[in-house]
């Protein structure tokens, strides 16, 4: 039963291009939604179906993230922003799917998340502070702590990510929660991995 939704885009110029190639068998890449620009939303994949979207990777300390997860990929090519009529159609499809399968929010995650050294989807650009307000993701309480490098790991990985280097999760949690933040690990950083551990613990959770 799905326990986790993954956000990616499709790194494609057009959601047809993208469809084609989620289509293909010969690419080995699926997903159980396709989101336009426009705010179309087309079903590729049963949501109680595997789709092959997320790849290596893991997330609350478990992997295999294909077996356990509904994918839906935005059309967006990397750079671009997310179109209103497209964040809104997300809205309403992730209200739909965290209800049909009793899915938390703490459980909408991107695919940079599961995959923070080789995966940076759905972006920068991403509004995830909006998903938040809807109860539709989470978000940190604005807080400060000690700067501490191995404490900021720590927290990550209680929240859910993958155990990795200081530096690679830094950066993942940046691109999600701060993008316009930049220098070395910061007092805003530690106190805010330490509310989401503190607020969403994974073992507290049935994503364990």
Not at 39 to 58: I, K, M, N, Q, Y
Not at 117 to 135: C, E, I, T, V
Not at 150 to 177: H, K, N
Request: glycine share 8%; aromatic share 8%; with cysteine.
């Amino acid at each position: 039963m799905p326990e986790l939704v993954v956000i990616h885009f499709t790194a494609m110029q057009s959601a047809p291009l993208a469809r084609a190639r989620l289509c293909d068998p010969l690419t080995e890449v699926s997903a159980h939604w396709l989101l336009d620009y426009d705010g179309h939303a087309e079903p590729l994949v049963p949501e109680a179906l595997r789709a092959w979207h997320a790849g290596a990777g893991e997330w609350a300390g478990r992997g295999d993230v294909n077996s356990r997860s509904i994918g839906i990929e935005l059309a967006n090519n990397g750079a671009e922003p997310f179109p209103a009529a497209q964040m809104a159609a997300l809205e309403r499809l992730l209200a739909g799917i965290l209800d049909r399968w009793q899915i938390p929010p703490q459980g909408v995650i991107g695919h940079s998340d599961m995959a923070p050294a080789r995966k940076s989807d759905p972006g920068a650009r991403f509004d995830w502070k909006r998903l938040a307000f809807q109860g539709l993701s989470v978000w940190p309480a604005p807080q400060e702590a000690v700067p501490d490098a191995s404490g900021f790991a720590r927290d990550l990985v209680s929240f859910g990510y993958p155990p990795a280097a200081p530096e690679i999760l830094l950066a993942a949690f940046r691109l999600r929660f701060a993008p316009w933040r930049r220098g070395p690990l910061s007092p805003r950083d530690c106190g805010e991995a330490a509310d989401l551990a503190r607020r969403y613990p994974v073992h507290a959770s049935r994503l364990t």
